[in-house]
């Protein structure tokens, strides 16, 4: 092979080796000696002879790069198939970068700061709130008292008696020393869709139910001292997170959604009082299960273990956990024909309704559940 086709192909073979050529620097490979010498060929630069022999010892004359380089020169003055290629590509239009975005994405975060500082604000309320909820007290100078706990009124339900719920509200603010308690449930309000069929047939429509309802706790004045919400009056808030039951509670009455732990304290003595409208745990053996089931294993600290919700009738029970007497009231409803309750089994009750305590300064109690004999009662002690 003579001397200029064997430079080009060693050329050819070392071609693309290196990027870029440092022709200060002097190359300690034979590689890069017939690298740069193709360099300095293919720029039209002196052949550079004389170093490729220095450097490398590679012996090869002016004459034999001029050839090589006019070879070289020849097969590069038509483009390969990839240069072409690359040609064709860099002539084709250029898709534009990525945009520049301003505004809020998903990403946004918001001001932590403030975040947190409302977090901890709506955190201390609670936590007033629980804290001022473990001391509620109502306080009377003396006794005797008649603390009587109504609820499921059931307003808007063709079943209810609403002229009893108040007829017997107007009994109980002619009846000297008597205050109610009211238990939930005073509007039907069956917007929930599981049993929107029983919305079909009201007396009242739902917005006229709560209307009725708020004037009916109103008329008791000074003689309602608090309120608990039932879980017909809970549909509204969990659709719509709006608490009517709280709305319509007048003010400087206790209220809960839930339930109300407080001191009744009656002259000298305190009475410890627990009412929910539902207990955990029933019995069909035993109307006031849930109250006494929390009493033993709950909380025994309580003298009265007060519920509603079951529509089974008024009645007391009285029973001894750890050395004291207790009771276990339930009250019955003001729902006297319940469709419901008959499509379901439910047993029928004896249209009984509020259900109470007399309470005396010296720590005696006895219950009642028929507020006309607590009626009678009441005005012969203060006759």
């Known amino acids: 092979m003579r001397k200029w086709q064997r430079l080009i192909a060693d050329l050819h073979a070392t071609e693309g080796a290196f990027e870029a050529l440092d022709g200060s620097r002097v190359r300690c490979s034979y590689a890069e000696a017939i690298f740069s010498g193709h360099c ?10 004389k170093y490729i022999g220095e450097a490398v010892g590679y012996d090869v004359s002016r004459e034999t790069l001029k050839r090589a380089r006019r070879e070289i020169q020849k097969s590069t003055s ?32 918001g001001d932590i700061a403030a975040i947190r500082a409302e977090s901890h604000r709506r955190y201390q309320q609670k936590a007033r709130r629980a804290e001022t909820k ?6 009377f100078p003396h006794g005797p008292v008649f603390l009587a706990f109504v609820g499921d009124q059931h307003f808007g ?10 007829r017997e509200r107007d009994l109980i603010l002619k009846t000297p020393g008597a205050y109610a308690w009211m238990m939930g449930d005073i509007v039907d309000n069956y917007i929930v869709s599981k049993l929107k069929a029983q919305n079909m047939k009201p007396s009242t429509p739902v917005w006229e139910q709560w209307v009725l309802a708020q004037d009916y706790l109103a008329g008791f004045s000074e003689r309602l001292v608090a309120v608990v919400g039932g879980n017909h009056g809970a549909w509204t808030q969990m659709l719509t997170g709006i608490d009517y039951r709280r709305d319509i509670t007048p003010a400087g009455v206790l209220y ?8 009744v304290r009656v002259g000298a003595h305190t009475f410890r009082v627990w009412t929910r409208h539902q207990w955990r745990g029933s019995s069909i053996y035993n109307q006031t299960h849930g109250q006494e089931r929390a009493a033993r294993f709950a909380d025994p600290a309580y003298d009265f273990y007060v ?42 009750a004896d249209g009984s309704t509020a259900c109470g305590v007399v309470l005396y300064d010296d720590g005696a109690w006895f219950p009642m559940s028929n507020l006309t004999a607590a009626h009678r009662y009441m005005n012969a002690i203060y006759s």
């Open 40 to 49: 300095l060929i293919a720029t039209g630069k002196p052949p550079g002879a």
């Open 78 to 109: 038509q483009p390969s198939t990839t240069a072409a290629s690359d040609l064709a590509r860099a002539s084709q239009p250029t898709p534009p970068p990525a945009p520049a975005i301003v505004g809020t994405g998903a990403d946004t975060s």
């Open 134 to 139: 473990s001391r509620q007290t109502v306080t």
């Open 157 to 166: 339900n063709a079943g209810a008696d609403t002229e009893r719920a108040y």
């Open 256 to 263: 809960d959604g839930d339930e109300i732990r407080a001191e």
């Open 307 to 348: 519920g509603a919700h079951t529509h089974t009738g008024a009645v007391c029970r009285e029973f001894i956990h750890e050395g004291r007497r207790k009771a276990a009231i339930q009250i019955g409803a003001y729902k006297r024909f319940d469709d419901y309750a008959l499509r379901l089994g439910f047993p029928a």
